[in-house]
């Protein structure tokens, strides 16, 4: 049993909340980039010109490269011969999350409850997915989720019948009404399967791929590419001031579900799709 102090877990959240607010990973910067390129609207260019001068300004002055710094979302993977000593996991995350929050100077969105929306004051708690894996190590991904593209996603209960057709018609409605609200270009988790729970999750886990990597089944990697497609022909466009390039990329996760049942969640990021990784 290999052992993990609560202290060096709540060190290594308090620097992937500064890090993931100031700085995007570099599969989501090329894509940005590579957006710049493809985009065929002179204002879309000019919004993606912007969006990239922000990401250099945030990560040199150590700005925020939103205002919105998002509730911190977690997926923790534990390795099942762990053993984590000096207090609860639980514990140790949302004290990291505090840190991270207060002494990086990020805003703080989180209230104590959705009925009397009082603010906590230190950005907890945070939202912990817990999965336990084989092995002896933690694996930590953070994904600070701002609150204008997760309002805008949404869960399609689909009949087996709806089929494919269905599920591109689904995730095409959920960006469609979503249009400027989600600070576009976006990217677009999509879970299939599962429960209504799952499918939820799965689309959440989905933003956290690689924009780069496509699903590794190559029939939900030509779906993804096909429901790209007609989503950049929706010409909401960056910032929603039309355009070619509304999405940046579409991630499917599945799994299998009811024979009764064809769940599709639709979990909708902006451009600062932000994550950040460790492992301990
Ligand atoms: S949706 Fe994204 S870009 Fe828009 S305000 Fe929220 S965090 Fe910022």
Redesign the pocket.
Known sequence: MREISSADITAAVREMCIEANHKLAPDMVNALKNAKDLEQSPIGKRVLGQLEENLQIAEEDTIPI???T?MAVFFVEIGQDVHVTGGWIEDAINEGVKKGYTEGFLRKSVVKSPIDRVNTGDNTPAVIHYFMVPGDQIRITLAPK????ENMSRIFMLKPADGIEGIKNAVVTAVRDAGPN??PPMVVGVGIGGTFEKCALLAKKALTRSVEEGASDPEIRNLEKDILERINKSGIGPAGLGGTVTALAVNIETYPTHIAGLPVAINI????NRHSVRVL
């Open positions: 939103c205002q919105d998002g701002g609150f204008g593209s989600a600070c990021c902006c451009h600062v």
